[in-house]
């Protein structure tokens, strides 16, 4: 069954240093997102994007992220200047399409992100 | 260091028996609805969704039903395993341009052999 991938499974960072979490999304789909967890809380969106673009973002996503497709398959999120408050579990997910919009939303098994 | 969390409700059953977790939402505007199961140290695993225009839908051992007047969605697993053991959350989809879900606080299920 295919299954959305992400790489690496634990990142450790000093803080104000950038950080690339990577993921692969099902082969098939055409949207892709992320959400964030910080330890014992709600799952939270960050981003969706979509025909290569950002279909909506939440307040969390500020200017320090960015999201990217830089080929095929990939989908990364990028931190610029990591602070201690980013240390969260990092979750993306994709989704094919259903009536026009994104249909059942697939999670991938996350990137623990640790900011010292 | 570690951030104080929610405290989650926990449903604690005997295995065999059959469990119901409850999810209010909070959007009228919401037309699709998604149930999430998580272990520990892993991503949200798909489980079963509604769209709005249904008020039950059953899968395997599961069943989902969703009373839009109350804003009210519960997750039934009939005959619960110990393999049933995790968080569950509910999501909703508010039918906005990025399909972003809005997930609930979560219910710890514990299912006692």
């Known amino acids: 069954e295919p299954e959305v991938t992400q790489t690496p499974s634990h990142q450790v960072t000093q803080m104000g240093q950038e950080v690339i979490l990577r993921c692969v999304p099902i082969?098939?789909?055409?949207?892709f997102y992320w959400y964030r967890q910080i330890l014992g809380q709600k799952v939270e969106f960050l981003v969706s994007?979509?025909?290569?673009?950002?279909?909506?973002k939440s307040e969390i996503f500020d200017d320090q992220f960015s999201v990217e497709r830089p080929d095929g398959s990939n989908f990364t999120l990028k931190i610029r200047s990591t602070k201690l408050e980013d240390s969260a579990m990092y979750f993306c997910?994709?989704?094919?399409?259903?009536?026009?919009?994104?249909?059942?939303?697939?999670f991938g098994p996350g990137t623990r992100l640790t900011v010292l | 260091g570690e951030s104080v969390g929610l405290h989650l409700p926990t449903l604690s059953v005997q295995e065999g028996d059959n469990s119901i977790i409850n999810c209010a939402y909070s959007?009228?505007?919401?037309?699709?609805f998604i149930w999430y199961k998580q272990e520990s140290g892993k991503g949200p695993q798909f489980i079963i969704d509604?769209?709005?225009?249904?008020d039950k839908r059953q899968g395997q051992r599961v069943t989902v039903l969703l009373n839009k007047t109350v804003k009210h969605l519960s997750l039934q697993i009939a005959a619960t395993q110990p393999g049933d053991s995790a968080v569950y959350f509910c999501?909703?989809?508010?039918?906005?341009?990025?399909?972003?879900?809005?997930f609930g606080g979560g219910t710890r299920l514990m299912v006692k052999p």
């Open positions: 997910a994709s989704s094919d399409l259903y009536g026009g919009r994104g249909d059942t939303q697939y």
């Open positions: 082969s098939n789909h055409l949207y």
């Open positions: 994007f979509y025909n290569n673009e950002i279909s909506e």
């Open positions: 959007n009228s505007a919401s037309d699709y």
């Open positions: 509604i769209r709005s225009n249904m």
């Open positions: 999501a909703e989809n508010s039918n906005n341009a990025g399909n972003m879900l809005t």
